[in-house]
């Protein structure tokens, strides 16, 4: 209840002047207004002189014969005597002396004051409703739901009332007293009995105020109070989910409803959008764990609430951001980072210290900077803040970040790795990071992503590759065969992906003399970085720019094609080729057409790097895609039953005997089938090919170590038991 205007302004002495004026005049008591007065000099707790004012208006309301009044007073009366067991006698009288009808007499005897286990405010209550209970009047029951009133048994003490559950209801006056509950015209169930279609309609067309309409009627109330207040009598609970979405997104905006960040708490209704402010603040001031500071300053920011910060809200996002520094810098230095770029971006530090903790901007940075999590801090802190925590380091210190930054070069990841090196040779460190990256190449320890990045950028870093690119390229077949794992995965899946683009690759090649192009696809087709439909991708976009490198496919110097024949493979392998086209249709491409969404999301499309990768990755998937329903058309699945097994090809096994004696066995099998713990290898790997054709006892040139070795083929025959059970798996 609001104080009036004209009596904010005046002192004890003049409020009770104008209190004893209100009580002696022939005028009906402005009851609204000296309740709200008595509630205003009452709300800090009992007060002698406020407590002399409310005695003054319950003896002016008993003489008036205003029983309803004596009760408003007696339950603010009963707040401040709350442990005094004596005033529930003083109750008892006052009330009595007010209802002196025979109705209220019977009211009386029945509300609970003579009741032990009844104490003083709740006997008041009791009494307040039961004096309210008239023909017409609106109450709701636990049990039967809403009802009305139809009539007051002054003689037998019941009251009887049409429930929704039960007509003509019968209770008994002490039992309704303790049991019912009044609801005013704008209560939900009342909304609902005069205008159920509307109340209804409220549930797609307006699910932000239906909540409202719920909060007003029952109080502040957590998700599933609303959701038991509302299913059963508005909704059926499967249209539950959907109407909670959609109505919490819209009380978010909403300035006088509170939603707080845990289900399990109440939303409420706020009396202003100041209230509302101040209510996001505290819960703000109140927050102890770092990430979950950021994510709510994050939130503020999106909603303007901090545009225009007063001295008593800024110093709380400084003191909030503090703590978050200073409780994560040690376990998650990722949020410590966050929180340093969020504090100077909203321009809450104060000579260079943040927060009652008084944070030392430029130590705080210097920690993260010479700290043993640097590389998890660049990888982990988001693609938009990257690369200004990277300029702040250079700015603050741009001696060591270069010298860290080179250190890490190797695991980096390649959005960091590209916005480091973009920024470290800018300025006059451009000789230093050179000789660096020169010097991972010479000791071929670069890694994919630095490879990535050179390949991608060849003319950025020409000074660095030299003239002669083939052996960056066969550096680069070479690392996709590493074991990776996380941003180096991702970093070879990248590289491969450039290696397959037919007209990059192509041009790298033009720059190669005859014999290199020959050594390269010779690498190309024995690396094991590769699956089949990738590889045989690669070389038939080389062989179509070279075709005189046609001779190191097939082996055949004077073969001009390949043979033709038809494309074989057993039917496990297929239906793995299958599941794996499965999970790439149903699992790969959504996710990723997530991951571009959720990059769309972080604004600017021409800055942003993650958009940029995302959209890569799908151009590759796309790749793998249509390529992969190519060969799944192309290939057939088959058990090698009836094939020839007197000379080499697909289901037969082989002896080779190399020129020192030793013996090595393989199985020939389907184009996507290898296992090397029974020998398996494809009729597409190179020593199937060259071996296709011949019977035992020939002679033929295999691939050694350096060079090609003249062995014997022993034996030739048809599959084994342990390969049978292989197939069959």
């Known amino acids: 209840m609001t104080m009036p205007d004209s009596l904010k302004g005046l002192n004890r002495a003049e409020t009770e002047s104008w209190i004893l004026k209100a009580l002696e005049s022939e005028k009906p008591l402005p009851l609204d207004d000296l309740m709200a007065v008595l509630e205003h000099f009452g709300s800090a707790g009992i007060d002698r002189r406020v407590d002399g004012w409310s005695e003054l208006l319950q003896d002016a309301l008993m003489q008036r ?29 006052a009330v009595e002396l007010s209802f002196t009808t025979r109705l209220g007499k019977v009211l009386f005897k029945h509300a609970g004051f003579d009741h032990g286990g009844v104490g003083a405010s709740e006997a008041v209550r009791r009494m307040t409703l039961l004096s309210k ?77 239906l909540v409202r309409l719920v909060l007003m009627s029952y109080g502040p109330a957590n998700m599933d109070a609303i959701k038991g207040y509302l299913c059963g009598t508005v909704m059926e ?73 007063t001295p008593e809200f800024r110093k709380v996002v400084a003191d909030r951001l503090a703590f978050a520094v200073w409780g994560a810098e040690d376990r998650t230095p990722i949020l410590a980072a966050r929180a340093l770029l969020t504090s100077e971006r909203l ?48 700015v603050l210190f741009p001696v060591a970040c270069v010298e860290r930054v080179l250190a890490l070069m190797p695991v980096l990841s390649v959005p960091v ?21 020169r010097g991972l190449l010479q000791t071929r320890k670069a890694s994919p992503s630095v490879l990535f990045c050179l390949l991608r950028n060849g003319q950025e870093f020409a000074s660095v590759i030299g003239d002669d690119i083939s052996e960056i390229l066969h550096q680069g077949l070479d690392t996709l065969e590493w074991p990776a794992s996380g941003e180096m995965l991702k970093a070879q899946h990248q590289l491969r992906a450039l290696y397959e683009s037919g007209e990059w690759l192509g041009d790298r090649l033009d720059s190669l ?9 010779a690498k190309l087709q024995s690396s094991q970085g590769w699956d089949e439909t990738g590889r045989r991708s690669v070389i038939a976009g ?76 799908q151009r590759i998937l796309y790749r793998r895609r249509d390529e992969m329903e190519q060969d799944l058309d192309a290939v057939k699945g088959t058990d090698f039953a009836g094939c020839v097994t007197d000379v080499v090809g697909m289901g037969t096994e082989v002896e080779i005997r190399r020129p020192d004696g030793s013996i090595a066995k393989y199985c020939i099998l389907g184009e996507w089938d290898r296992d090397e713990r029974l020998n398996i290898i494809s009729s597409l790997s ?26 014997t083929l022993a034996r030739v025959s048809g599959i084994g038991a342990g390969v049978i059970a292989w197939l069959n798996q």
């Open 65 to 93: 014969q205003d029983g309803r009044g004596v009760l408003r007073v007696l339950a603010l009366r009963c707040v401040w005597h709350a442990h005094e067991p004596a005033f529930k006698a003083i109750c008892a009288k």
């Open 133 to 209: 209970l008239e023909k017409g009047v609106f109450c709701a029951d636990k049990t039967w739901g809403f009802g009305i009133v139809q009539r007051v048994d002054d003689f037998y003490a019941k009251v009887a009332v049409d429930f929704d559950r039960k007509r003509g209801h019968e209770m008994a006056l002490a039992y309704a007293a303790e049991v019912l509950d009044l609801v005013p015209e704008s209560h939900l169930l009342v909304r609902l009995h005069r205008d159920a279609a509307g109340v209804k309609s409220m549930i797609s067309a307006k699910p932000g105020e």
């Open 237 to 309: 609970e499967k249209a539950w989910k959907g109407f909670w979405d959609a109505a919490r997104k819209a009380l978010k905006s909403d300035p006088l409803v509170h939603v707080p960040a845990k289900k399990t708490d109440p939303l409420r209704l706020l009396e202003s959008a100041d209230d509302h402010i101040r209510e996001q603040f505290a819960l703000l001031d109140a927050l102890r764990d770092p990430e979950t500071i950021l994510k709510q300053v994050d939130a503020f920011e999106a909603a303007g609430l901090l545009a225009a910060l």
């Open 347 to 394: 321009g809450v530090v104060d000579a260079g210290l943040l927060g009652d903790r008084r944070i030392d901007m430029q130590q705080a940075y210097n920690r993260l900077l010479e700290g043993t999590s640097l590389q998890d801090v660049l990888q982990g802190v988001p693609a938009r803040l990257m690369p200004l925590l990277l300029e702040r380091f250079m």
């Open 417 to 437: 790795l590209q916005e480091s090196l973009t920024l470290l040779r800018k300025g006059d460190c451009v000789n230093r990071v050179d000789e660096a990256l």
């Open 513 to 521: 003399n005859p014999e290199q192009r020959e050594v390269f696809i």
């Open 542 to 617: 080389i062989i179509k720019r070279f075709p005189e490198l046609q001779k190191i496919i097939s082996g055949k110097p004077d073969a001009t094609a390949p043979k033709a024949r038809a494309r074989m493979t057993s039917w496990r392998s297929y239906r793995e080729r299958q599941e794996t086209f499965r999970k790439l249709m149903e699992i790969e491409i959504p996710d990723n057409a997530k991951e571009i969404a959720v990059a769309r999301s972080y604004g600017d499309l021409r800055e942003n790097a993650e958009f940029k990768y995302a959209k890569e990755h």
């Open 686 to 711: 190179q020593i199937a090919q060259t071996l296709e054709g011949h019977k035992a006892g020939d002679l033929v040139d295999l691939p050694g170590d350096v060079g090609s070795i003249k062995c």
